[in-house]
């Protein structure tokens, strides 16, 4: 930027715009301070939207609820970590993992890697995992241990969370503790002023439980392929599919993965999941060099490195992937590979969809039975009524009527086979398939438009 051509950014601007945390956070989490930064102002904004937005929401979910249910936490009364379900398990180890993490990064004056590190914890695991898996437990009725847990989990890691940006957020960081703290401070309870006048807390290291981290980032890195693979193949997530397949590089992953497996099955709708031995040739994959990476690293070497690369078989490929390296002898002289300097891909065999990614490999069947239909016709089913009884203003305990005009087979089929779950899902004490309906509702059904009525009993 310079004044003399008129280009410099007026800090000003920003700052009333975005406010000064998301700008100091822009600015950290983009480059270190001492490195050359080509502002965008855009880029504040994406900072608020992917960050900042998220961690509101999460708070604004828990603040929500927690008022509705008067919920205050106790520290001395809480249920121990070990007796919470393995999810809140999970989250806590990487909330203590996190800090231990940050702890190293800000010695080490990295403040970038730091924040990067906040708002995967933040975006990727709290919100987009944890939170979404635990929706249901927040909304149960009654206060017992399980749903008791899920508000003490959530409630560390949003606090822990104002401690560990307090440096590079220190306004909303400490907006967020006030809110917070502001029940327990009521009854009594000692807490800090502000977070910025409070201690350290270090990482409990006996909450780590690496392999449990381990495991559910492999049902992460899985649910985010066959995502990947139902979005490809235009296949909705309320459509289930028979199963996917899962090469297995060692038995300790199948382990990890098994620990996860029927997580996994629910988050993407599949009945079931098979594992197969990488070298069973079932799939076939390809290895490319990854010339973006390999140019910056081996410079002139890199066309002997690439050549090297493009000669690999099923072997050399096998040996990456499972040791997530791969030592070579160039000219007599020895380089080691690692996983992310090479691009595998796999290639789709008829009547599956395969993709992969951060080592994993998924094979997904993509072939659709008259069963399988006629089941995600019914899930579609539920959640028009369930749309339908938000905007008749139920209640949840709500008993209703349903009354279908007659349509096609298939559909009419399907309502048929999965009446009990249609009704049990969605509070009716009928589902009646008629050949005339008095003032009923269209329902769009993506490739086909069904009448129904609806009555409250």
């Avoid at 007659?406 to 048929?416: E, H």
Wanted: charged share 25%.
């Amino acid at each position: 930027m310079s004044k003399r051509l008129g280009n410099a950014v007026d800090p000003f601007s920003p700052l009333k715009q975005h406010g000064p945390d998301s700008l100091r956070w822009y600015l950290l989490s983009n480059a270190n301070p001492w490195h050359n930064l080509k502002f965008n102002m855009e880029g504040i904004a994406q900072v608020q939207r992917r960050f900042f937005a998220t961690l509101q929401n999460t708070y604004n979910f828990f603040a929500l609820y927690a008022n509705l249910d008067d919920f205050v936490y106790h520290p001395e009364k809480t249920v121990p970590v070990a007796d919470r379900p393995e999810l809140d398990q999970w989250i806590v180890s990487k909330l203590q993992t996190l800090i231990q993490e940050l702890e190293t990064s800000m010695d080490q004056y990295e403040p970038t890697r730091a924040t990067r590190e906040i708002m995967n914890f933040t975006v990727d695991n709290l919100s987009n995992w944890y939170v979404r898996l635990s929706r249901k437990r927040f909304w149960r009725g009654d206060m017992n241990e399980d749903k008791k847990a899920a508000y003490e989990t959530l409630y560390e890691c949003l606090v822990g969370l104002t401690q560990l940006m307090s440096s590079f957020a220190p306004f909303y960081s400490d907006w967020m503790f006030r809110n917070l703290t502001e029940s327990a401070k009521e009854e009594g309870q000692t807490i800090a002023e502000s977070i910025h006048l409070s201690d350290w807390k270090r990482a409990d290291t006996a909450l780590i439980r690496q392999n449990l981290e381990k495991s559910m980032q492999l049902a992460q890195d899985i649910s985010s392929l066959v995502h990947s693979l139902r979005k490809k193949e235009k296949l909705k997530v309320r459509q289930p599919l028979q199963k996917i397949l899962i090469p297995i590089l060692n038995e300790g992953t199948r382990k990890q993965i098994q620990h996860v497996e029927e997580l996994i099955k629910a988050e993407v709708n599949v009945k079931a999941i098979e594992y197969i031995d990488d070298t069973s040739g079932i799939l076939v994959k390809n290895v490319k060099p990854n010339f973006a990476l390999l140019g910056k690293r081996y410079g002139p070497k890199m066309k002997l490195v690439a050549a090297a690369v493009n000669q690999w078989g099923p072997e050399e490929i096998g040996t990456i992937e499972r040791e997530g390296k791969y030592d070579l002898h160039l000219n007599g002289e020895p380089i080691t590979l690692s996983l992310e300097d090479v691009l595998i891909t796999s290639q789709d065999i008829p009547g599956w969809s395969v993709a992969s990614g951060n080592g994993i490999t998924v094979a997904l069947d993509v072939t659709l039975t008259e069963a399988l239909v006629h089941e995600g016709l019914a899930r579609d089913f539920v959640n028009r009524i369930q749309n339908l009884r938000k905007d008749m203003g139920l209640e949840v305990q709500d008993r209703i009527n349903i009354m279908v005009l007659k349509n096609d087979p298939k559909i009419n089929q399907a309502l048929t086979n999965y009446a009990a779950y249609i009704q049990a899902e969605t509070q009716a004490d009928s589902l009646v398939i008629k050949d005339s309906i008095e003032e009923g509702l269209v329902l769009n059904m993506d490739d086909f438009d069904l009448t129904v009525r609806v009555e409250k009993n």
